[in-house]
């Protein structure tokens, strides 16, 4: 039977953030449930439009909605409170920082801004040079491993890769005010292979 060598090599590489995903909620307080749903649905449709006015292809997709009874600072009932939460993709960072600003205006205190996230839009060009700089790394460490016992690399009998999470460096999250900019940073891909090769 052959003598074999597996080794897992790690290799990463960097992009710059090019997308935004903008989470907000409508928000509207009311002494009964259909007009704290109603006030709630008012602030969606804004949403909607201020969306279709920024710029850029932008899709609004529902994520949550919900209604429960309100209470003041003293714990008395004080009608109902509804809550829809709303996720905006498709945007560059141009125009959600454009869109953050149409929505404080066109909604008012009605919204919430729960994040903005950046991402990259087509990260295969970053992955394919981690992948590239893990198989380098394999094969440095196992030519190490194979001269330690005397012997070289021959053919490759197997590969398999794990791709690792991309990790923000830079802006992910943060508080608002209108006509916002955003400072993207990185994010760093990252990639494991690992490659089992014959001893020669």
Known sequence: ??????VTGHGSST??????????????????????????????AAVVSAADDAGGLHVVSSTDLSVWPAHDVEGRRAGFEARHVLTITGGDLESAGALVGRLADAVGDR???????????DPTAALGEAREAAYADA???????????GESLGEVRDVSEGA?????????????????????????????????????
């Open 164 to 200: 690792g999470a991309p990790v923000s460096r830079g802006l992910e999250r943060a508080a608002f005010k209108a006509d916002v900019g955003f400072a993207p940073g990185q994010t760093l891909l990252t990639s494991t292979v690992t490659v089992t090769w014959a001893l020669a």
């Open 111 to 121: 919204l919430q801004v729960e994040s903005v996230t950046l991402s990259v839009g």
């Open 15 to 44: 992009a710059v953030p090019d997308t935004a995903v903008v989470r907000v909620a409508c928000v509207h307080r009311a002494e009964g449930m259909a007009e704290a749903l109603a006030g709630a649905e008012s602030a969606r």
């Open 1 to 6: 039977m052959s003598r074999t060598v597996t």
């Open 139 to 149: 094969r440095v460490r196992a030519e190490h491993l194979a001269a330690l016992s």
